[in-house]
């Protein structure tokens, strides 16, 4: 026997964060990424971004369906068909604008097409630019779930303008504004207390420290988890009627919840992350029978148990031997359900 | 600016050769890397090879179709769909067993799948062992052309059992050992003079170390092209009724013809290569019009000028300022294709 070792020269990703990047850094980043480029934009927001960015960039245009129907194998497919018809090759750029389901889908294209191809990420929704695109995920779904495929593709640059948060509706925000709060929790408290602006920035931060010092997901870029045993649960409960942050703000709470119930988070500070989420309701079809049913079968889960991510204090996330989460029994969990429940409006 | 830089860390795959491999080492093989085995076999050697394979092991049995029908997002979507319905997750191991398009495409669904789980390769032609499963590409074609679509994907182990050899009719034997013969001309000449085992080994040891040397295709891993510039136009221009093997034998005499015609090969090496190859064919429809254009459209013409790997002796690429290859004009080109089509039969 002997051992095949490539030495893979490890990925770098390019950040851009600020105001009107749209408009000034664009076109010189593009260039040094590729010499013909191809513009994918989320079809809701054709007119609104993609149509000028393709413009000032003398680019072709492609438009992929709007969220979730944009990450299919057969969408995919759609669009490379596109992308060879109109001559893109080895050295070309794909940009991609939209929120985490385009930026998804398109790294997904991109990461495929021709074994791989420049890759910039646009992300206009707040969940996109402080969780989807950061990390070099990209994921699809199937008929027997959401995200089950996917691959590992580290974009060439990640370009956020902060002047797209005005464009979104506040409901928007609020959605990604849970990912936010959540790396507050296990990450970096001074999150919690900073500007709009600044928490984005931090959280984003937040969660490429996290890759950095974990990037094959081993061990601590498991507590980006947080709040997503349940959060996950409640959003496939309610065949995805639920958002996802709304989702993962139920599930943070119940897991702060869990983290005092258990003895490691005192009361005070829970009593103050209470006060961090709005007013929530658990999906009209809820039953805790569903919640665990769900949760067994996460992708999470080991060999059946549930498993959590815990705290012991805001900002902080518990370690345990570098697992980073704890199998939890379903009598463990009654206590935080029967709060979850009572609260729930 | 910040850069986001995960230190990946570099794969490992296991490379075993020997005979009865298929009998002895496997079970414990496999058990190492995944708890839950799924073999997927080329459908026209399941009962010779897969469904043996699959009871030993208590696993699972898929067929893929057989050759380059296997090598599409609607094939690969298929087998995905069977595996999800059976269960298969994250610590599961899939089996690739067939030749070099069973291997392709089913390394490209285990790189999506969950975004990726354990792979084993064993390849049951010789140009899958030589080839195909040696190097972590995997591949698709599209309705533009062969191999647009893939990923690079390290398998956990490639097992050549050399047993399997003996089952091969001639013809297919022949079709792997143009790629053996090349990795002589380009960088081991004491392959050409081994016994036919040996060969195979030398083979594989030598593409692995171009791998090792160059894993991003940057210099040194091109010379792995050497007969493909006009092997794979052939390759199209006969709509792939020319087998691989027998366009890159055609196409590595006419780069070594044409290293001889541009003053870099003696013509003593050159006489030494001819009596290497098997008397040969060009494709019924061949015209150097039609030669011409599908070189110029190759992905490894640049800018539409036509690169060639060249040698200036048996055994050694010509490194050219690390590009190991150099842009051929058509004029260079012309006493080759002359004396190539004088050669055909």
Redesign the interface.
Not at 111 to 116: C, F, L, V
């Given at each position: 026997?002997?051992?095949?070792?490539?030495?893979?020269?490890?990925?770098?990703?390019?950040?851009?964060i600020g105001h009107g990047l749209l408009q000034s850094d664009l076109l010189s980043l593009c260039k040094k990424f590729g010499s013909k480029i191809a513009v994918v934009v989320d079809a809701s927001i054709k007119d609104l971004f993609g149509a000028p960015l393709a413009q000032k960039l003398n680019a072709k245009l492609f438009t992929v369906p709007s969220g979730e129907e944009a990450k299919t194998?057969?969408s995919?497919?759609k669009l490379?068909?596109q992308l060879?018809?109109e001559g893109f090759?080895?050295t070309s750029l794909l940009i991609a604008i939209g929120g985490g389901a385009t930026t998804d889908a398109v790294g997904?294209v991109a990461?495929?097409?021709?074994?791989?191809i420049s890759l910039l990420l646009i992300p206009t929704t707040l969940l996109g630019m402080v969780d989807a695109a950061?990390g070099?995920?990209t994921?699809?779904d199937?008929?027997?779930?959401k995200n089950?495929?996917?691959?590992?593709y580290?974009p060439k640059a990640?370009l956020i303008d902060l002047d797209i948060l005005k464009t979104l509706p506040p409901k928007e925000v609020q959605n990604g504004m849970a990912e936010v709060i959540k790396m507050g929790l296990i990450f970096d408290p001074a999150i919690l207390g900073a500007t709009k602006e600044k928490q984005i920035e931090l959280a984003i931060?937040a969660k490429?420290a996290t890759?950095?010092k974990d990037?094959?997901e081993k061990g601590l870029r498991r507590i980006l988890n947080f709040g997503h045993t349940i959060g996950h649960a409640l959003e496939k409960i309610s065949d995805y009627r639920l958002r996802h942050g709304e989702a993962v703000a139920i599930g943070s709470l119940a897991a702060a919840h869990l983290s005092m119930q258990l003895g490691f988070l005192p009361e005070q500070e829970f009593k103050k992350i209470e006060k961090l989420y709005p007013p929530f309701s658990l999906p009209s079809n809820y039953t805790r029978d569903k919640l665990f049913e769900t949760m067994r079968h996460d992708?999470k889960a080991i060999d059946g148990a549930i498993r959590f991510v815990l705290i012991d204090r805001i900002g902080h996330a518990l370690e345990f031997d570098g697992a980073y989460c704890r199998a939890v029994t379903k009598e463990e969990l009654l206590p935080t359900l029967d709060w979850l429940e009572k609260c729930s409006k």
């Open positions: 026997m002997r051992l095949i070792q490539p030495v893979i020269p490890s990925p770098v990703t390019e950040l851009h194998l057969a995919c497919n490379i068909d060879f018809e090759g080895k997904f990461s495929i097409y021709m074994r791989g950061i070099g995920k994921a699809l199937t008929s027997f779930g089950l495929l996917g691959t590992t580290h990640v931060h490429i890759i950095e990037p094959t992708k």
